[in-house]
């Protein structure tokens, strides 16, 4: 018996991967967010299978759940949001299960801030402008540890990807301001991947006023940093005709960089 703790991904079910799609459709219990999840991830669970949504479960209920599955010898699709390892409120209950003796494997799926940089067409590290994406979020009724707060991680100027901040976002522009600039480009993308996505562009001094008049409150991810709309930024040495790897050799040379 194993529980398999599977990021469902950021809702659109065809972004599933082919293990999470496996497990699903063969496990006897399903155990599912079902806040987050659409029923469509969940649909493939074969028609004997026990399928619960644990939205309204308190962390003892769900492990109740598990402890029976493991009792009867049943396999367990614990099924999650977007990537297990990124703001899963996965740990507790990893912890819990290794308390108890019961294995688990994690299966990684797409995060919601990479659902949402896709949907912004937007690569978030570019050559010489930000090599650097911070995962983050608004310090909420979940208080932030020393030398994390916003204005802390803003003197780095990198990439921001906030989680769970939708509802702080007045709170977000206002610390991170004195360091990025009331102009620096922020996206909202509600719902990345799903039917009923949203996106709204803005700066840091607007985007409060403009997610407010389209009434987004939830399910979002708040995406910071000049990478947004920079055009102007250097290639890639990657592919440059003077640049050598392991698996193509420099097509010219590199140019002096001597004084002659």
Known sequence: MKVYIIGAGPGDPKLLTLRAAELISSCP?????????????????????????????????????????????QDVARVHTGDPSVFGSTAEQMRRLDHLGIPFEIIPGVSSFTAAAAA???????????????????????????????????????????????????????????EYG????????????????????????????????????????????RVLTSNDFANSRLYAPDFSHRFRRAKVKAPSTERE
Not at 29 to 55: C, F, H, N, Q, W
Not at 130 to 155: F, H, N, W, Y
């Open 29 to 73: 219990v399903v155990l599912y967010t079902g806040s987050l999840v659409p029923r469509e991830a969940i649909a493939m669970a074969r028609a004997d299978a026990k399928v619960l949504d644990s939205s309204g479960m308190t962390l003892d209920e769900i492990i109740d759940v598990i402890v029976a599955a493991r009792d009867a010898n």
């Open 120 to 178: 912004l067409g937007r690569e978030l590290t570019l050559p010489e402008l930000s090599q650097t994406v911070i995962l983050t979020r608004a310090e909420g009724r979940t208080p932030m540890p020393d030398r994390e707060k916003l204005g802390d991680l803003a003197r780095h100027r990198a990439t921001l990807a906030l989680f769970l901040s939708i509802t702080l976002l007045r709170e977000v522009a206002d610390s991170l301001m004195p």
């Open 182 to 225: 009331s102009d620096c480009p922020v996206a909202v993308v509600h719902k990345a991947s799903c039917p009923d996505q949203k996106i709204v562009l803005g700066t840091l001094g607007d985007i409060h006023t403009r997610v407010r008049e389209v009434g987004i409150k939830s399910q979002s991810m708040i995406i910071v940093g």
